[in-house]
């Protein structure tokens, strides 16, 4: 079945990095639009950033210059690198798939989506 894990979350002081992981299973995820989200406790689940199967990648405002998003299809896996993390980062991160992503958002909605891994930033 179709399945999407992630990890590499974990505790990290301010300044610091971490880089998380998503492997797909049950299906190429190099051929869907992949994206990267992040909900903390009662708010929404949002966009952080998001790459084609053109390797076309969009970033949201807040971590542009500091989070980079990549894909391995020898691993059929993505990445997310983040440095400078600040405590407004703190959340919960969750990797999804979608058939296509254009300027305006996935094309069918973000069918897929793993279990989430915690990134938590100190002071």
């Known amino acids: 079945q179709v399945e999407l894990v992630e990890s590499g979350g974990g505790s990290v002081q301010a300044g610091g990095s971490l880089r998380l992981s998503c492997t797909a299973s049950?299906?190429?995820?190099?051929?869907?639009?992949m994206g990267w989200f992040r909900q903390a406790p009662g708010k929404g689940r949002d966009v952080v950033a998001s790459?084609?199967?053109?390797?076309?990648?969009r970033y949201a405002d807040s971590v542009k210059g500091r989070f980079t998003i990549s894909k391995d299809s020898a691993k059929n896996s993505m990445y997310l690198h983040m440095n400078s993390l600040n405590p407004e980062d703190t959340d919960m991160y969750y990797c999804a798939a979608a058939m296509l992503c254009s300027a305006a958002g996935p094309v069918g909605g973000w069918r897929y989506w793993g279990q989430g891994t915690q990134v938590t930033v100190s002071s």
């Open positions: 790459i084609d199967r053109t390797g076309r990648i």
């Open positions: 049950g299906f190429t995820a190099t051929t869907y639009c």
